[in-house]
């Protein structure tokens, strides 16, 4: 396979952690949690497990004992977004959802946790996330 198919693949990993997911195994059992970990051969650590059984905390699972990894929180829309501040700052946005982030004017840093920088631009970008957040969760 190519390159690209790899390196895409690995980017839509890293786009689970930190977030819920279903994970069911080869044998039919179910866990809910946060991914903390994850690699391409869909090992993966999950935090605030639940269906594990008591005082289960964290866990690992073995790849090859996973059968599916469902996300189960929507993903944050990095291009609806970047299209909202592209309104605003035509041709200075640039969307980077390989590492969740959107740079404005090579200065201003958003992320779905929120924006980053200094300047009058900052208070725009920042009224223009907290509209885009309002709208999303709607």
Do not use: C, H
Not at 57 to 63: C, D, I, S
Not at 103 to 129: C, Q
């Amino acid at each position: 396979m190519s390159t690209f198919v790899f390196r895409k693949f690995g980017e839509e990993l890293n786009a689970f952690l930190g977030k819920p997911v279903m994970v069911i195994t080869a044998e039919g059992k179910e866990y809910a949690g946060v991914i903390l970990g994850i690699d391409e051969g869909l090992n993966l650590v999950l935090d605030k497990v639940t269906g594990a059984g008591e005082n289960v905390f964290k866990l690992v699972l073995n790849g090859s004992n996973v059968r599916e990894v469902r996300l189960t929180a929507k993903p944050f829309d990095y291009k609806a977004l970047g299209e909202r501040l592209n309104k605003v700052f035509p041709g200075l946005v640039q969307v980077r959802e390989e590492i969740g982030t959107i740079i404005v004017m090579d200065k201003i840093k958003v992320t779905e946790k929120g924006v980053e920088g200094t300047g009058l631009a900052v208070d725009k970008a920042k009224t223009i996330y907290d509209e885009y957040i309002r709208d999303t969760k709607k």
